[in-house]
């Protein structure tokens, strides 16, 4: 019989020191029926787009302190494009300026999250999310 | 059919997306991922597949990292060789969900198209390893790879379906865990091609290695469940020290993986692992396939019927299952 989970990466591009909202988020996933892949610090964009393809994920969670997401973001989408993943759906949590939102989301971003998101809400869109790129 | 076939062609032509979905379908238990693997399994055994065993937090991850490295970057005049890791970690059996951890130690290897690491989880399986491990190792082994090493959920002490799966079993220890009484213990030790001391600059290496030097004095039973020809010399399991952080004592593993494999070849082990790992998959197979046929021909009411009659003690579960697995032919008809 069938039996499908869904499969999310969540990653750390970039220089930030720490990681504890990424494995918060990790472990609600998890809470939530999900096999999470967690990659640590200090990824590259090519990293991380390496490990969503061996690992053929259904999203990809970015989590972003130090500023650089106008950079690391788009650098991540296209190379899942390159790599035949347009289908994964690819939401971005941390500090980000509220102007730089409908950027990232125009660049293809489901959805950002700043501090404070309640991770059900997390873990409702990114079901949902799943849910509708399986009947594409 | 079509899909499946371009499916297989992908994955013998060595295309990495083409791989990673087949993974997915195969681990999912989906139909065309079995139908893919019926046609790829022609294209398996020739990979090389080693098992890395341990407790949780004895360095399995990284030792696997310091393994594949070396083999990607052997010394000269030798070749290298391509690599696959399947990881896998525990599913939680509260929730069904699953953190895999184990990419954070093998960060290493990225950018490295001879390296292909994908994480499982347990999904239930207690053995160590998830039920369609054997499965997705298949594949990487029709996709081309030379080595396929397979790292087990943290092991404890009867985790060890892993040696039914390898060529060579690497059991990873830790200095200072438990006394030499649990080393004489039935499981995890028995099942070691080459034993790793692994974080050997920690205090308390010396009473592992004698701890381990005097069960393997004792005789060791890699034998019984991996049977040679009777007359060939037995493989007595090395005791090596690593310290996987700092990349020592990987060149001498990497060595002793090596004058296994020269071992099995030699042998005829080779064929005979081959042989018992076709034999336990295929008994699984047949035993799932049973059960599945039981479950259809038998009626539900007549199950739950037999279950109230075990429930008021009128017979016991020994004559229930007698009663369900040979029920009498008026019993229910068809």
Known sequence: MTERKIRVLIAKPGLDGHDRGAKVIARALRDAGMEVIYTGLRQT?????????????????????????????????DLLRANGQEGVCVFVGGIIPEND???????????????????????????????????V | MNVEHDLVESVVAGKRLPLARLLTLVENNAPEGLAALDQLFPHTGRAHLIGVTGSPGSGKSSLVNQIALALRN?????????????????TSPFTGGAVLGDRVRMRDLAGDPGIFIRSMASRGALGGLARATTGVVQALDAAGFDIVLVETVGAGQAEVDIAR???????????????????????????????????????????????????????????????????????????????ATQSEGIADLVEAIDRHTAYLHTTGAWQARDRSRLQTELEQLVQVELNNNWRASVPPEFIQETLAQVETRQISPYQAAKLLTHPLPELHPG
């Open chain 1, 101 to 135: 939102v409908p950027s990232l989301i125009n660049a293809g971003v489901a959805q950002v999250y700043g501090p404070g998101t309640p991770t059900t809400q997390v873990v409702e869109d990114i079901t949902r999310a799943v849910l509708q790129q399986a009947q």
């Open chain 2, 74 to 90: 052997p010394p000269s005049g030798k070749a290298a060789r391509s690599v696959a890791i399947v990881a896998v970690d525990p």
């Open chain 1, 45 to 77: 964009p090519e990293m991380i787009a390496e490990a969503a393809l061996q690992e053929d994920v259904d999203a990809v969670g970015i989590s972003i302190l130090s500023g650089a997401h106008m950079v690391l973001v788009p650098r991540v989408l």
């Open chain 2, 165 to 243: 799966l390898a060529h060579t079993t690497l059991v990873i220890e830790a200095p200072g865990m438990g006394d030499d009484i649990q080393a004489i213990k039935a499981g995890i030790l028995e099942i070691a091609d080459i034993l790793v001391i692994n974080k050997a600059d920690h205090p308390g290496v010396d009473s592992t290695v004698r701890a381990l030097h005097a069960m393997l004095e004792l005789g060791h039973p890699t034998h019984l469940h991996n049977p040679v020809a009777s007359g060939t010399p037995l493989w007595i399991p090395p005791v090596l020290q690593t310290i």
